[in-house]
């Protein structure tokens, strides 16, 4: 059963896809130390799994799959030929990168999987730019083609209308890398509304911005006795009465008709008698805790222009001597972090922050999402 996305619900996904794509190309490229971007995309809707026109089947395909931890309930499985798919594990094991019509080996297998969670971090990344709630990459997978792999990935696809995105990225040093990424339409149409929910209300905002009213200027003593005298009303029940324009210099027309009539507003500081109101409780004062004002934020400032060492930890994981002797060119080492999980920002050493990974141009990036409190920094730097 067709969901049937309206015509600006197409355009907006179709642009989130190809920046999605676009973004992603240069992720793994940059793990690859190869330049790799995008160089076409053409979304399909799909009525069923039959009308998927082409899966590279009989090719060695290299089947992915990426699941979601918010927002998209759906996953996103992506199709490479096996040849192409070679030279893409080749690069990442830091070899020349040649195609080859073996089947993947199982670590050209593991190393092209995180080739593949890097693309789809980093576009996942990119999109959240323009989306008014998160999506975040829970898992990524990479098989060799395989009918029980294919049927266990497809088996979203084969229930409703999906897109097919049948594309191709451009790879410095070899032939051109063709894909077929799918998206069901249901995640389609969440995608399209979260990039499109924010569009109305910026545009009332920019059309409320735009509206000025005119008022004869008023002294500072004015303003506060006026706002104290509608305050004295409100908590009355009474609304302000409405001030008749003065024909002296003031320079506003008078009305042509009486104004509209005052509406009663109840007033924000009565208390409901239906609401139960409680005592605000405050928590007690850590007297412990180290302060930064007064005159200890003055002799802070001396030390402003101080430079530290900044350094992001992505993971950490613990190895005997054994294998650490055993590590060889192409050896993977799996960290105690899962895809997607904050980093750590250290200052000489002092943990002073948590953010995510991005991708800014050609570098990687740290974007913080939280900040260790001051009084546990400080205390840190005591430390």
């Not at 998209?72 to 019509?101: E, R, T």
């Not at 993947?104 to 999987?113: C, I, N, T």
């Not at 990344?125 to 083609?145: C, G, M, P, W, Y």
């Not at 890398?177 to 339409?185: M, N, P, R």
Request: no cysteine.
């Amino acid at each position: 059963m067709m969901m049937a996305l309206d015509n600006a619900q197409n355009d907006t996904f179709k642009k989130l896809m190809t920046t999605f794509l676009e973004e992603g190309a240069k992720g793994m490229g940059m793990m690859m130390g190869a330049d790799m971007a995008l160089k076409r995309v053409d979304p399909v809707l799909n009525e069923s799994w039959a009308d998927l026109p082409d899966r590279f089947e009989g090719d060695n395909a290299v089947i992915g799959s990426a699941s979601f931890r918010s927002q998209l309930n759906d996953p996103m499985v992506i199709f490479l030929k096996g040849k192409q798919g070679a030279a893409l594990a080749s690069l990442m094991l830091g070899d020349a990168g040649d195609p080859s019509d073996e089947p993947l080996s199982e670590m050209q297998v593991s190393a092209l999987s995180e080739a593949l969670n890097q693309m789809l971090s980093g576009a996942t990344q990119a999109i959240n730019e323009s989306l008014t709630a998160r999506i975040d990459v829970a898992t990524v997978n990479a098989k060799n083609d395989d009918p029980d792999v294919l049927e266990a990935m497809s088996e979203p696809f084969k229930t409703g209308t999906f897109y097919s995105l049948h594309g191709e990225w451009s790879l410095e040093g070899t032939d051109p890398i063709e894909f077929i990424l799918l998206v069901t339409e249901s995640s389609a149409l969440i995608l399209a509304t979260l990039a499109g929910a924010t569009a109305p209300i910026k545009e009332v905002a920019a059309a409320s911005s735009a509206v000025k009213v005119s008022a004869p200027p008023q002294s500072a003593p004015d303003m506060v006795a006026a706002a104290l005298a509608g305050m004295n009303r409100l908590e009355m029940g009474d609304a302000p009465a409405p001030t008749a324009p003065s024909p002296s210099n003031s320079g506003i027309p008078a009305f042509a008709s009486p104004p509209p009539p005052a509406v009663a507003v109840p007033s924000p500081f009565a208390s409901s008698p239906s609401a139960p109101v409680n005592p605000v409780q405050f928590s007690a004062f850590d007297a412990a805790a180290p302060q930064v004002q007064g005159y200890e934020n003055q002799n802070l400032g001396l030390l402003m222009d101080i430079n530290l060492n900044l350094h992001v930890e992505l993971g950490r994981t613990h190895m005997s001597i054994k294998h650490i002797l055993e590590l060889t060119r192409g050896s993977v080492i799996e960290l105690d972090r899962i895809a997607g999980e904050a980093v750590d920002l250290y200052a000489n050493g002092k943990l002073i922050a948590r953010g995510e990974v991005v991708v800014i141009e050609d570098n990687f990036g740290i974007r913080v999402t939280s900040i260790v409190s001051p009084a546990e920094r400080l205390k840190g730097l005591n430390a």
